[in-house]
């Protein structure tokens, strides 16, 4: 009897995970062309991916479908990976609550207690396509604080929805904090102080094991154990910037905007090793002052920077609209295929959860995004989004939202 | 039957009508061997030409997309004195024909767009104020817009002429039909009930009056001109309106009345889109455009997407305009007039057709700016308006490379700073090359002739040693 | 014995001690280098003065003795004095916003500010002067910086009638509007001048036959209608009225201003912006044919460049400053004046702005415009000889020939070159700035 109980035990199947069967579970989806976003580029015409657990358990050329797995076909779909976009602000809903100045710096301040899971805009983006997102605060003081990476998941607890909390530090270098007015930090000379200060007093407790309760996550940035996504623009600023955060102090940073003549610096910027996040401007002709609508983005990626991906700098371009960064980089001068790179692995890469997300490839969160067609034409709409494995945008159920 | 004169006279003097008539139109006193053939009617008309200055230009080689779908490859289309003469293949180009090579390119019509502001540099009247040389005006060329409404007025994109700018004086005549305030639902209203009232009874008159010549004609006095100017369909009543509640009300007043309205927005159409379509109405909007419903309300409402697609499919014509209606160089880009095609393909992303996405940037609003006998298609008798592309003109990436208005190259992407860097065009692999026969070397001829055109050139792109010097605080 | 000597020194030294001031009396300027204008560069100079003009000029010319001689030092130059045809120096006071052509900068001038000798100090020896204010403020004045009363200033008026054509439809109507109320004035004039000759015509009928008429007149009343009675007596009433001397209808000043640009006596100084101002000119203009030239004030990024060729085409006169532009959206310098006067325009130079330190700089700053393409010798005739001609008192002014006004500029150098200086300024014969005759 026992013996037999045993055998039957283990003929049953494993237990599935407790989801939903008609928008989760594991499902294998076929499509007619597959752009996987590895580092070896594989592109699969047609492709297929198997999803397991919320995880990616295949990608490559269509296979029989193990049993047990829903079969989705999307012979006329495009997939890539969800999009990653690591400078926005619609995290609170709107615009509000996005810059909190209490001193002239403030590491201590996390952008966590103002999310908004699951606010309007944040469906936005998900019906967009765009998965993963750094929320930050803004740029009204040299330090604004921690910010926080989550996905865009409609109706799912918080701890399913972020990633990293804190995700990474906030810092604007240059060009709208010396808009504030104040009694420090008004000109470039004051706030390269303040953030140099505040630095070094992190050292300094890091150094004497000193706790110091506003200095604790910021010392996390010194041990590299978080990034750090800096504000700057102009062609000093990035200058600046890069020199503070990598040659300086030794860190994980990436440079955000590098909007107006920043571009022309961009090789300084590459020597100094330092990944270069830019958006929302991706074109310069006013500063760059030479008569040309100069392709800033293009500009960077061909000065060599080391790390180049793309931003929206939410809202100030709607998230929804962040592929479109990319058409117009390629548009003014860069290559489409490497600026589609931009908004996925790239960006993943430059704050280091590449291990989960920005690629298609076994192992990574099934964060997936089904198009009509080219992913930067604007004319190509979205059929599907995953994340985790869970179909998070169906056209057919849903309609058409973007 | 028995005829009076015989058969043979019926005969001859048929033949003689026959012959006599047309003879006589050709022959010229002199020309005594210039028979009634098709030579001799090419000759007089060449004679009567000649008078006129003549301006020929044509563009070789091209895929012409003529804006109704269809295309010819590898085709030709040759215009004379601005207006399209002819489109196909083996054309006739006569001597001083002002030629372009295009093989390899698309020519498209120029493109139109129902709204703008700042294109033509001057301010509300163009043909005094225009400023034929604005960059704004050089950037919506190489964009690929040739016509627009600026200042309700119908205008051509003439680069350096002042001449001939204003195709239409008035486009639109602006009514206010809003929820919002009730005083011009009633004004309106009862504006046009005049106004429809004295027109039945002018039509009555004017049957009336037949019979009895004395009968006076019905008074116009207190009859608003432009609502019967509305009615009489010689202006179009622009209204703009974005919600539901407006644009029924907007749609139920036209077909009541008559009268097609022009819906500049129409945010919420989408939810009422059958009722504007048996209305006739136009919409000018901006595929783009975001709204959010109010949460209180349980009906449908806010923007979508398929705005475009749905209003379209309901019979209303859609004219698209971008979000920014003027150039806007500050960096943030896809938004402006230098992205018309960008905001149609939206449309298109919506569900709009790609032809009917195409004819709301040529076609729609050129109907609404009343001259679709001139622009918006390549046809002939049009004027020769059009944009010669290195790609699809809805494709992301596609530039102008050559821009034409009324027959004359306006704008060459190669030869203006602001795009000229980006994919440059390889002369070199269009150009036919220098045909040698055996024995024979390049003149030195050809190779000073060469340098002058280096020298000429004054945008020499060669700057890259001054990048980073000059830079601005 | 030593007396004796000492007299013969005296008499002998004589000539040369007597001051150089020439009040009537001849006086001779020797100079290394004499920018003529009219004829070029002239070495070793010698110019020869009478009763402020300019009797003679030449190469190494010998001089009577008796003649004072003024010998300039080594490397100096002379030029003629410069013409700075367009400036309100001196002046203040706003104007109109209209069309106000009849009124004359000369009826403001006010010769007792200090404007006027710190022009002369920068070598300025004649003024074109205009009226304050935007759309047609009036006609401008050629002065000599120096007078008692603004008539000893005026060297000539009604040099140039100022008019601002902008691109609106306000400013074009101002020119056509004017022609149209001239066409108007001409036509009445022409109706008031045929009905005094029809009068005078019926005047000597009557005198003639006068009791033939009247025997017809009696006989005709009889039988006429009532209605000719009365045309009969209002033509007798008309000869009655009618003067025996014509008496022209009034032509307002505002009108006259537009009948002398048609004929000719008066040239326009438009003034621009940018090519599309230019264009909706000409076509303001229509087809008017007047005398006319360009201010074409030169800012950062003008675009007037683009319509060189046309102006150059014309000949016409341009009035800019000594001024590097930039090609709009570059940092690339562009010199306008250089380029328009290559097109074939003739280039008049004016000074930066009107203040005294811009007056100062003006032969520095064109250096600075030579030194970037402009032909060196266009440039000295654009600030002496060209705007003359504009100002149409070229007969007597902006070069150094014989009977022109002695206006002469004493310089320690190269004109155009940073570090000359201003050595002396003669107008009319007399030194009025430096210490030349020292």
Same mark, same amino acid.
């Given at each position: ?7 039957l ?6 237990a ?11 499902? +294998?989806?076929?499509?007619?062309k597959l ?8 592109v699969f ?9 919320g ?6 050329a269509?296979?029989?479908t193990?049993?047990g797995?829903r079969r989705l076909?999307?012979p006329d779909?495009?997939a ?12 609170t ?37 765009v998965?993963?997102?750094f929320?930050i605060p803004g740029?009204?003081t ?10 865009t998941?409609d $109706?799912? @607890?918080?701890e399913r ?5 804190p995700?990474?530090m ?18 470039r000379?004051?706030?390269?102080w ?18 110091d309760l506003s200095?604790e ?12 996504l800096?504000h700057?623009a ?10 503070m ?9 990436v440079?955000s905007?590098g909007?107006?003549?920043?571009w ?5 910027v ?9 958006? @929302? ?16 983005? +293009?500009?960077f ?35 489409p295929?490497?600026m ?11 704050f280091?959860?590449d291990?989960?997300?920005?690629s298609l490839?076994?192992g990574k969160?099934a ?9 930067? $034409?604007p ?8 994340i985790?494995?869970?179909?998070e ?10 | ?5 015989e058969?043979?006279?019926w ?7 026959l012959?006599?008539?047309?003879a006589s139109a050709?022959?010229? @006193?002199?020309?005594?061997?210039k028979?009634?053939?098709e030579d001799?009617e090419?000759a007089? !008309?060449d ?7 003549e301006?020929?230009f ?5 895929d ?6 269809g ?7 040759l215009?004379?004195n ?5 489109i196909?293949?083996?054309?006739y180009? /006569?001597?001083?024909t ?17 709204? +703008? ?6 301010s ?7 400023? /034929? ?10 964009s ?7 200042s309700n ?20 005549t602006?009514?206010?039909y809003k ?15 005049e ?8 039509m009555?008159w ?15 006095k207190?009859?608003?001109?432009s ?15 974005d919600?539901?509640?407006?644009l ?6 036209a077909q009541?009345?008559?009268f ?5 927005g129409?945010?919420e ?6 009722? =504007? ?5 136009f919409?000018?909007m901006?595929?783009?455009?975001r709204?959010?419903?109010?949460e ?6 806010g ?5 475009a ?14 979000a ?7 960096g943030?880009v ?8 960008v905001e149609?393909g939206f449309?298109?992303r ?16 050129a109907r ?11 046809e002939?008798?049009k004027?020769?308006?059009l944009?010669?592309? $290195?790609?699809d003109v ?5 530039f ?24 440059p065009?390889p002369?070199a ?12 070397t ?16 004054e945008d020499?792109?060669?700057d ?10 | ?6 007299l013969?020194?005296? #008499? ?8 150089a ?6 006086l001779?300027l ?7 204008i009219?004829?070029?560069?002239m070495?070793?100079?010698?110019i ?13 010319l ?10 300039l030092?080594a490397?100096?130059?002379v030029?003629?004095?410069l ?5 309100r ?12 052509p009849e ?16 022009v ?28 008692d009363?603004?008539e ?14 902008r ?9 056509s509007a004017g022609f149209?109320k ?5 036509e009445?004039e ?16 009557k005198?003639?036959s006068s ?5 017809d007149?009696?006989d ?19 000869e009655?009225?009618?003067p025996?001397?014509?008496?022209p209808?009034?032509?307002?000043p ?9 004929d000719?006596?008066?040239? !326009?100084l ?10 909706h ?8 044919e007047i005398g006319?030239?360009l ?8 675009? #007037? ?9 014309d000949?016409r ?10 090609h709009p ?10 380029e328009?006067s290559?097109?074939?325009a003739?280039l008049?130079l ?6 005294l330190?811009?007056h100062?700089a ?5 250096g600075?415009i ?6 060196r010798e ?8 060209? /705007?003359?001609e ?8 902006g070069?150094?020939e014989?009977g022109k ?21 003669? =107008?009319?014969?007399?030194?009025v700035?430096g210490e030349v005759?020292?």
């Amino acid at each position: 009897m026992l013996a037999l109980t045993l055998a039957l035990l283990l003929c049953v199947p494993p237990a599935r995970a407790l989801t939903d069967e008609s928008t989760g579970g594991d499902v +294998s989806i076929e499509v007619g062309k597959l752009l996987a976003l590895d580092d070896q580029n594989h592109v699969f015409q047609p492709g297929m991916i198997w999803v397991e657990d919320g995880k990616i358990s295949y990608v490559g050329a269509p296979r029989a479908t193990p049993e047990g797995m829903r079969r989705l076909s999307y012979p006329d779909a495009w997939a890539t990976p969800g999009l990653v976009d690591l400078h926005t602000h619609i995290h609170t809903g709107g615009w509000g609550d996005i810059n909190d100045m209490v001193l002239a710096v403030n590491p201590g301040l996390r952008v966590a207690p103002t999310l908004r899971p699951a606010n309007a805009l944040m469906r936005r983006a998900c019906v967009s396509g765009v998965t993963t997102l750094f929320g930050i605060p803004g740029s009204g003081t040299n330090i604004s604080g921690f910010g926080v990476l989550y996905k865009t998941k409609d $109706d799912a @607890p918080y701890e399913r929805t972020v990633l990293a909390e804190p995700g990474g530090m906030k810092v604007a270098q240059d060009s709208n904090p010396q808009r504030r007015s104040g009694d420090l930090g008004l000109t470039r000379a004051g706030m390269g102080w303040i953030l140099e200060y505040t630095n070094r007093r992190a050292l300094r407790a890091m150094e004497q094991n000193r706790f110091d309760l506003s200095l604790e996550q910021l010392k996390r940035v010194h041990k590299k154990e978080l990034p750090v996504l800096i504000h700057t623009a102009g062609s000093d600023g990035v200058v600046n910037t890069a020199r503070m955060w990598r040659v300086t102090f030794d860190t994980r940073s990436v440079l955000s905007h590098g909007s107006f003549d920043g571009w022309k610096a961009a090789r300084a910027v590459a020597e100094m090793g330092m990944p270069v996040n830019h958006g @929302p401007r991706t074109t310069d002709y006013p500063w760059g002052r030479n008569g040309r609508m100069n392709g800033s983005a +293009s500009e960077f990626v061909a000065a060599g920077v080391p790390n180049f991906s793309l931003n929206t700098d939410s809202g100030v371009i709607p998230q929804e609209e962040f592929f479109l960064q990319a058409s117009m980089s390629a548009r003014y001068g860069a290559n489409p295929y490497e600026m589609l790179r931009a908004l996925t692995i790239h960006p993943a890469k430059a704050f280091g959860i590449d291990d989960r997300v920005g690629s298609l490839e076994i192992g990574k969160d099934a964060d997936i995004v089904l198009r009509s067609g080219d992913p930067l $034409d604007p004319r190509a709409s979205i059929k599907l989004v995953m994340i985790d494995g869970q179909i998070e945008y169906d056209r057919e159920r849903d309609g058409l939202l973007f | 039957m028995r005829y009076p004169i015989e058969p043979k006279a019926w005969i001859a003097t048929l033949f003689a009508l026959l012959v006599a008539a047309p003879a006589s139109a050709y022959w010229t @006193p002199g020309d005594d061997d210039k028979k009634s053939s098709e030579d001799a009617e090419d000759a007089e !008309a060449d004679e009567e030409d000649e008078e006129e200055q003549e301006r020929w230009f044509a563009a070789v080689g091209g895929d012409v997309h003529d804006g109704s779908g269809g295309v010819l490859r590898g085709a030709t289309l040759l215009a004379k004195n601005g207006k399209i003469e002819e489109i196909g293949y083996d054309l006739y180009i /006569p001597e001083d024909t002002e030629t372009l090579d295009v093989s390899g390119y698309q020519i498209w019509p120029g493109l139109v767009s129902a709204a +703008s502001s700042g294109l033509f540099g001057g301010s509300s009247a163009l043909e005094d104020t225009v400023d /034929p040389f604005n960059r704004s005006m050089v950037l919506a060329l190489g964009s690929g817009i040739t016509s627009a409404v600026q200042s309700n007025q119908a205008g051509k994109l003439k680069r350096g002429e002042i001449e001939g700018i204003v195709m239409t004086p008035k486009v639109f005549t602006p009514f206010s039909y809003k929820n919002s305030d009730p005083r011009t639902k009633t004004g309106l209203e009862k504006k046009l009930a005049e106004a429809s009232a004295y027109r039945r009874e002018y039509m009555q008159w004017e049957e009336d009056v037949k019979k009895d010549k004395d009968l006076k004609a019905p008074s116009k006095k207190g009859i608003d001109g432009s609502t019967l100017e509305v009615l009489a369909g010689t202006t179009w009543a622009k209204f703009a309106a974005d919600s539901r509640t407006d644009l029924l009300g907007i749609a139920r007043l036209a077909q009541r009345y008559g009268f097609r309205p022009v819906i500049e927005g129409c945010t919420e159409g989408w939810t009422v889109a059958d009722e =504007l379509g048996r209305a006739g109405a136009f919409a000018i909007m901006t595929p783009r455009g975001r709204k959010t419903k109010s949460e209180r309300l349980v009906r449908d409402g806010g923007s979508s997407i398929e705005n475009a697609a749905i209003l379209h499919g309901a019979g209303v014509q859609i004219a698209i305009v971008p979000a920014t209606t003027s150039i806007s160089l500050n960096g943030i880009v896809g938004r402006d007039m230098m992205h018309l095609p960008v905001e149609a393909g939206f449309a298109i992303r919506g569900g709009l057709p790609e032809q009917a996405a195409l004819d709301a940037i040529t076609r729609v609003p050129a109907r609404l700016m009343r001259v679709e006998h001139r622009v918006g298609s390549l046809e002939v008798g049009k004027d020769c308006d059009l944009i010669i592309t $290195d790609g699809d003109v809805l494709h992301y990436q596609t530039f102008v490379q050559w821009a034409v208005v009324e027959g004359k190259v306006v704008y060459n992407k190669e030869e203006e700073l602001f795009f000229a860097h980006i994919r440059p065009r390889p002369e070199a692999a269009f150009a036919p090359e220098a045909k040698l026969d055996a024995g024979e070397t390049l003149e030195p001829d050809d190779q000073e002739a060469s340098s002058e055109e280096e020298e000429s050139g004054e945008d020499d792109s060669d700057d890259g040693d001054d990048d980073g010097d000059d830079d601005e605080r | 014995m030593n007396l004796t000597l000492s007299l013969l020194a005296l #008499i002998a030294l004589a000539p040369s001690a007597l001051p150089a001031r020439s009040s009537g009396g001849l006086l001779a300027l020797r100079v290394d280098r004499a920018e003529t204008i009219a004829n070029g560069t002239m070495e070793h100079a010698v110019i020869l003065i009478e009763d402020g003009k300019i009797v003679m000029i030449g190469e190494d010319l010998p001089i009577d003795r008796g003649i004072p001689v003024i010998d300039l030092p080594a490397g100096w130059i002379v030029l003629p004095g410069l013409v700075n045809c367009y400036s309100r120096a001196g002046m203040d006071g706003k104007g109109p916003s209209d069309s106000k052509p009849e009124l004359l900068a000369s009826s403001v001038l006010y010769p007792a500010s200090e404007a006027y000798p710190e022009v002369i100090e920068a070598g300025i020896t004649t003024l074109g002067q205009y009226p304050p204010g935007n759309g047609i403020p009036g006609q401008a004045v050629a002065v000599r910086p120096q007078g008692d009363t603004p008539e000893s200033m005026i060297v000539a008026d009604n040099v140039y009638l100022k008019v601002i054509l902008r691109a609106t439809k306000a400013s074009k109507k101002r020119i056509s509007a004017g022609f149209k109320k001239l066409d108007e004035y001409l036509e009445k004039e022409k109706k008031n001048r045929e009905k005094w000759d029809a009068a005078q015509e019926k005047k000597k009928k009557k005198k003639k036959s006068s009791k033939k008429k009247k025997d017809d007149d009696d006989d005709d009343k009889k039988d006429d209608d009532d209605k000719k009675d009365e045309d009969e007596d209002k033509k007798d009433d008309d000869e009655k009225d009618s003067p025996d001397v014509y008496e022209p209808i009034e032509l307002k000043p505002e009108v006259k201003a537009f009948k002398d640009l048609r004929d000719g006596s008066l040239d !326009a100084l438009v003034s621009i912006s940018k090519s599309a101002d230019y264009l909706h000119f000409l076509d303001a203009l229509g087809e008017e044919e007047i005398g006319w030239s360009l201010r074409i004030p030169l800012t950062r990024e003008i675009d #007037i460049f683009l319509v060189a060729d046309k102006i150059g085409e014309d000949g016409r006169r341009v009035v800019v400053e000594p001024t590097l532009s930039l090609h709009p959206g570059t940092m690339r310098a562009r010199n306008i004046a250089a380029e328009l006067s290559r097109a074939g325009a003739k280039l008049v130079l004016v000074p930066r702005s009107d203040s005294l330190k811009s007056h100062k700089a003006w032969l520095r700053h064109t250096g600075e415009i030579v030194a970037a393409g402009l032909d060196r010798e266009t440039a000295l005739r654009a600030m002496t000889l060209e /705007p003359a001609e504009l100002m149409g008192v070229e007969d007597r002014i902006g070069s150094l020939e014989e009977g022109k006004d002695a206006n002469l500029l004493i310089v320690n150098g190269d004109p155009f070159e940073p570090g000359t200086s201003i050595e002396g300024v003669m =107008l009319e014969g007399e030194f009025v700035f430096g210490e030349v005759n020292q």
